[in-house]
């Protein structure tokens, strides 16, 4: 029933600009948080920005802090990572995920915290 649908990945040179979206269906939107993790060939799959059910606090990793935004269109039932200053080692495919949040004051930053996904979308950039 529940369903997250990402788009937007493609192949970008370096130091260009991608927007994923994340379309959700069959919950409340806004009652999840949600986060995007990524995951290149051959390594487990990572952190990258998580966001709270409203988008009132959000939280990036190290790698991608200053160059990534976490948003959502509660309104839309989307989820959106804008992702700028991209460098070769962005490269993998991004996966989006929600968990019904108790309370707006949360975001979560482990996989094993989300009971939902998406299938994910490729990001490759080129040197």
């Known amino acids: 029933q529940v369903q997250l649908v990402e788009s937007g990945g493609g192949l970008v040179q370096a130091g260009g600009s991608l927007r994923l979206s994340c379309a959700a269906s069959g919950l409340t939107f806004s009652s999840y948080a949600m986060g995007w993790f990524r995951q290149a060939p051959g390594k487990e799959r990572e952190f990258v920005a998580a966001i709270t059910r409203s988008g009132g606090s959000t939280d990036y990793a190290d790698s991608v802090k200053g160059r990534f935004t976490i948003s959502r269109d509660n309104a839309k039932n989307t989820g959106y990572l804008q992702m700028n200053s991209l460098k070769p080692e962005d490269t993998a495919v991004y996966y989006c995920?929600?968990?019904?949040?108790?309370?707006?004051?949360?975001?979560?930053?482990?996989?094993?915290?989300?009971?939902?996904w998406g299938q994910g979308t490729q990001v490759t950039v080129s040197s």
């Open positions: 995920a929600a968990v019904w949040a108790y309370s707006s004051s949360y975001y979560y930053t482990s996989r094993g915290q989300y009971d939902y």
